[in-house]
């Protein structure tokens, strides 16, 4: 028997009623003997509001006793924009060297796609979650004058680059496709990108099964909308994986399907999990946020914990879910239901 520690950080807006959901198919979907305590944090914006913190320290060293951390959403209208992004989400993807930021995208048959034809999209991407233009390393001079200068610089090292672009290439090997790209901008972020380029060309020699590819990040967006079955895994910086996986979204259902991993392949700290979705305050309470990105990152939670077979089935109850529906509105909690019943009823 074992048991799985969880960090639950439900945060704002719909975050706590996704999570909910996320749980309740975790813990229908877990075997008998696997025993799972989940200690919840109060983190984002409503923190902030009533004591202005964002992630004091004690609860930093606390987060890191767990098996990992599931997240719903940060942040409200009220937070000026960088508080609770700098402050809590990246200042934890950071601390927890969350290098890889894994975000899977599948079109499944009913999910509706702005493309038309319906192609095969099945890829993932591989974003390097600790380094790039995300690190805060910039400033401003003259601020607030008309000859203000400011700067975000990119860094990216070999450790970190090599790392990321490893872990692609044997996510790479592992699929039946085997195929890999690159996606940076090296005709005009030349040093950035030969680093990138050299370094994947490198490491790719390791890997003689896996056919490459590279692709400028302008060309991606178009390939993601024109031919996205060309794609099966991609590796690419902090913020170009950023803006890429919300176009992934969009091309396979929309954001309630997008879900992710901020992963710690090392082990040494938890890595945590979270709908690619923000709290979407407009909606928050009124039942209609669609819970199925946080349960396909529990999905994912699972898969690293090397739990497979659950992580399978919670992947094939969505995939049912998916095909079964027609259109008729359902509240979280009756999508959370009716994932639950199907991980069960496989167990069963
Ligand atoms: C995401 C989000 C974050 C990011 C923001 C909220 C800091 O957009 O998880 O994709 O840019 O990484
Ligand atoms: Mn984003």
Partial sequence: SRSIRLAVIPGDGIGPEVVAQGLKVLTAVLPSDTKLETQEYDLGARRWHATGETLPDAELESLKQHDAILLGAIGDPGVPSGVLERGLLLKLRFAFDHYVNLRPSRLHPTAETPLAGRPDIDFVVVREGTEGPYTGNGGSLRTGTPAEVATEVSVNTAYGVERVVRDAYERAQARPRKKLTLVHKNNVLVHAGHLWKNIFDRVGREYPEVTTDYLHVDAATIFFVTQPERFDVIVTDNLFG???????????????????????????????????????????GTGKADPTATVLSVALLLRHLGLDTEADRVEAAVAEDLAARDGSPRTTDQIGDALAALVSRAAG
């Fill in 242 to 284: 950023d803006i890429l996986t919300d176009l992934a979204a969009a091309i396979t259902g929309g954001i309630g399907l997008a879900a992710s991993g901020n992963i710690n392949p090392s082990g040494a700290f938890p890595s945590m999990f979270e709908p690619v979705h923000g709290s979407a305050p407009d909606i928050a």
